[in-house]
């Protein structure tokens, strides 16, 4: 069995869906912005996890380093582009975390590009 991870990152928590590779919510939690936290959510499900989706946001350089940096396969979500399917999005902050993973899970994510770290200075600055 393979697992998806969605992260719907806010300023200050984060959520997270896993589903199953058959699109079975397996697991939500809403955890504080801490990435030993995450790590340890994510622990059951490691050895297994296909791949894990956050969306792209102003904040996300943490998240995604520190989960690339323990081995995770790490997607960008590009929200700009997943609004074609907004009408199918609701706005329960769990249900955005599933729909991330089930968007990865389809082969249907819209992704961002993950800047290297020694880039982002230069680009931060030029945007």
Known sequence: ?????????????????????????????????????????????REKMAGAVVESTFNWYWLVDGLIEEGYKLHLANPAAIKQYEGLKHTNDYYDAFYLADLLRLGLLKEGHIYPKKER?????LR
């Open 1 to 45: 069995m393979r697992y998806f991870a969605g992260l719907d990152l806010h300023s200050n928590n984060t959520y997270l869906g896993i589903l199953d590779e058959k699109g079975t919510k397996v697991y939500k939690a809403k955890v504080p912005n801490d990435l030993q936290m995450i790590l340890n959510t994510f622990q059951p499900y």
């Open 121 to 125: 200075a230069l680009r931060d600055l």
